[in-house]
């Protein structure tokens, strides 16, 4: 019997868009033993199994640069296994994993560890990001090579910002000498501490603590600054604020390699969002102003954000369902990112379809440097499939991901994805 | 006050989400059982067979105990559990336990929390009613209902009166609800503090705002000035309490500028020579014992609509 991974798929008559290869219109696409074959008009050849695409959208499959697998030490938030399983649910069949696991990835033994979980339990590639200082506390660097050499694609202390300069600065020259990626997450925690939503009237009227936009933008200043000055390139964490939009525009104009992601809340929702007390509208950076969302839109239409990532970041029920104040930080977005971005993007015509694909695909694997996120014949064929039009209620019990912090259960969202091919492979949805 | 509104809601968690006829539904309620608290035998048995539960995760004698009494001259019965440490480090959630106080078969739930919306969180989680009796820094419901109901009882009238709240406006629940309270009976609020203590965006809430003592005295009909929480997160910015008292405090100096028959409140406990001298506290402007008296027929009246109220049809 012919295995699975060895059959022939024809995905036919579908609207095909790769950015990439500047592919944007009918076209039929033939995979072979994993990868693409071709793509071209009526591909009429001999297959094993026709899918029918007309009237959808294929794309390359979605590539997210910040997601939290929680694997190892929280696995009952998520595991590997679930959280690329929920990936698959959103489109994505590349996810890059963040360092703050419990114990951090900050040493060669701890990436084959995490790796080695990879092979046995991913749905999706995953993509390994180390930590850039050890154990995330801004004191010492890890070993950013030999990481490399044991699987690391990128570096970042997501949760925290590399406070000391000096030391920042020092990872951004290795960075510039040997090719290595750096994402920070911007946050001067002198500023933001006991902050829990945006600093403004809601957090007044609320009675919560604040956490100004100050306390990222300086930090996205400070971090233009030295890639400037070290000739690096740096990746900015889950931009949330206009001011952090508008240095990042400045910079790439005066010609930084700085780029950056947005999360699909920072501009699908507003502080408004917190009103009840809801845990699932707390999350770091904080859910900002209408203002802010406006610039995060604007930063998105004109380049100025290169990606859409989601921070999915699970926490349970248990660890959710307290008060305001001492919930942790953070929503799960894997199986929300599609929709909320055609509504919010596509919709209101911020972005094309090509060009939200292009930030969900293309743009996300050239900052991380790895060749995923195009149709090119002869690559692996990962393939999203999506029904453009289809409307859905997102429902608690239809959540892949193990945990279940996401403010948008039950509303009614728009644009499925109803096939995953994951290396040739057909993804069971 | 006409009593046409028929009281609706589960719980009372804020002024904010009550509107002008169920304020003054609870004042208009609150002036009967006042009567009550002035007889002989100062007990009705409009609450009997009911339970109240008054869980306090911050320390709390005044509010606590004006519940208690509260409760018992409405002839319920009355359960206090303090927890001191909050629902984490307890290892118990505060749904968790409302949920085991619930299963007690109780009616009603008094919460005091340190986190502001804790009683919102409760309240979704519990079908038992809920009161909110201070939260963080977001309401102190039935603190500014007896304010209302003592300065009404004092001046006649709230519609059009110029009430001057001063102090730490940033981390007072007792600023929040006055604000909400008076601005949707129609006076007119001011808010006095240093501007470190002043909140983003408070103006929003419809009040002047200023850092001019003089400025907030000056045509008030009534002040309410805050207790000063110098040992709380967030003060450290303001040099030292005599440098407050010297700018901010009430004294009777500063009174004689004012308006001859000005009303000056206080929720307490007060700091005499912080936030007012105590020739003021104790001078005959002063309303703050009444204040306390009237909590209870206040809280009488918030425990009785909670209880019986007819919810609105979902």
């Known amino acids: 019997m012919v295995s699975r991974w060895h059959m022939k798929y024809l995905i036919k008559g579908g609207h095909v868009i790769d950015p990439a290869n500047k592919i944007d219109g009918i076209f039929d696409i033939l995979i072979c033993d994993g990868k693409i074959e071709k793509i071209g008009k009526d591909l009429g050849i001999k297959r094993d ?80 990001v180390g930590t850039i200082t050890e154990l995330r506390q801004g004191l010492k660097l890890t070993e950013f090579l030999r990481m490399k050499e044991a ?21 951004l020259s290795e960075a510039a000498a040997q090719g290595l990626v750096m994402i920070e997450h911007c946050e001067d925690k002198k500023l933001s501490a006991g902050g829990v939503m945006n600093a403004g009237f809601m957090a007044t009227k609320m009675g919560l603590k604040g956490i100004s936009g100050a306390s990222e933008y300086e930090r996205v200043q400070r971090n233009i600054d030295l ?52 845990t699932n509208t707390k999350m770091n ?145 | 006050m006409d009593k046409k509104t028929a ?40 609450l009997r067979g009911k339970t109240v539960v008054n869980l306090f995760y911050e320390p709390s004698t005044r509010t606590r105990t004006s519940f208690e009494l509260a409760a018992k001259r409405l002839s319920a019965d009355v359960i206090n559990i303090e927890i001191e440490t909050s ?54 419901p039935t603190q500014a209902l007896l304010d209302m109901f003592t300065l009404k009882s004092k001046l006649g009238r709230i519609e059009g009166l110029n009430v001057s709240i001063i102090g730490d406006i940033a981390h007072s629940r007792v600023a929040r609800s006055n604000i909400w309270g008076l601005t949707k009976l129609g006076a007119k609020v001011t808010v006095c503090a240093p501007p470190v203590l002043i909140p983003v965006g408070i103006e929003n809430m419809g009040v002047r705002v200023t850092s001019d003592i003089d400025e907030a005295l000056g045509d008030a009909d009534a002040i309410n000035v805050l207790r000063m929480q110098f040992e709380r997160d967030g003060l450290t ?16 100096d500063r009174l004689k500028k004012c308006k001859k028959d000005i009303v000056v409140m206080h929720p307490g406990p007060i700091n005499r020579g912080i936030e007012m001298s105590s020739e003021v506290a104790d001078g005959k402007n002063s309303v703050i014992l009444e204040q306390v008296t009237n909590g209870i027929a206040v809280r009488m009246a918030a425990l009785y609509l909670v209880a019986y109220a007819k919810e609105a049809a979902k």
Request: a neutral charge; glycine letters at 6%.
């Open chain 2, 237 to 252: 910015a303001f040099p030292s309490k005599l440098e407050y008292f010297k700018q901010y405090g009430i004294t009777n």
């Open chain 1, 151 to 171: 699987g690391v694609t990128a570096f970042s202390d997501d949760g925290s910002s590399v406070d000391d300069w000096a030391l920042l600065a020092g990872a």
């Open chain 1, 227 to 278: 890639a400037r000055k070290k000739l690096s390139g740096i990746h900015i964490a889950h931009v949330s604020c206009k001011e952090s939009v508008d240095l990042i525009r400045k910079a790439k104009r005066d010609g930084v390699k700085v780029t950056a992601e947005t999360a699909p809340h920072y501009f699908a929702l507003t502080e408004d969002c917190c009103a009840a007390y809801d």
């Open chain 2, 87 to 140: 629902s984490v480090k307890k290892g118990e959630t505060l749904i968790d336990t409302g949920r085991n106080i619930e299963a007690l078969k109780i009616d009603i739930i008094v919460v005091r929390h340190n986190c502001s919306g804790a009683p919102n969180i409760l309240s979704r989680a519990v079908k038992a009613r809920v009161i909110n009796a201070g939260d963080g820094w977001h309401e102190h």
């Open chain 1, 285 to 429: 950076p904080p859910l900002r102003s209408k203002e802010d969302v406006e610039a995060v839109k604007k930063g998105l239409a004109d380049g100025t954000i290169d990606t859409i990532a989601t921070d999915h970041a699970p926490h349970t029920d248990a660890e959710k369902d307290v008060e305001f104040d001492s919930a942790p930080f953070g929503i799960i977005g894997l199986e929300t990112a599609l929709s909320l971005a055609v509504t919010e993007l596509v919709d209101k015509k911020v972005l094309s379809w090509s060009e939200l694909i292009m930030k969900m695909s293309a743009n996300p694997a050239r900052i991380l440097r790895i060749e995923k996120g195009a149709l090119s014949a002869g690559s692996s064929a990962d393939i999203v499939i999506i029904d453009p039009d289809k409307e859905y209620i997102y429902k608690k019990d239809s959540i892949g991901s193990k945990s279940k912090n996401s403010p948008f259960i039950d509303w009614k969202l728009k644009a499925k994805v109803t096939h995953v091919f994951m290396g040739g492979k057909p993804c069971l949805l």
């Open chain 1, 49 to 128: 199994e026709v899918i029918d695409a007309k009237g959808k959208i294929v794309a390359p499959g979605f590539v997210d640069m910040h997601v939290h697998l929680r694997e190892p030490g929280r696995e009952d938030e998520e595991t590997v296994y679930s959280g690329t399983r929920a990936a698959i649910k959103g489109g994505f069949t590349t996810v890059a994993c963040m360092p703050n696991t419990e114990p951090p990835t900050d040493n060669p033994a701890a990436a084959n560890t995490l790796r080695a979980i990879i092979k046995k339990d991913a749905a999706c590639n995953v993509v390994i």
């Open chain 2, 7 to 46: 009281w609706t809601k589960k719980d009372l968690l804020g002024l904010e989400y009550l509107s002008r006829e169920e304020i003054e539904l609870i004042l208009y309620t609150a002036a009967s059982f006042k009567e009550v608290t002035t007889r002989q035998i100062k007990k009705v048995p409009t």
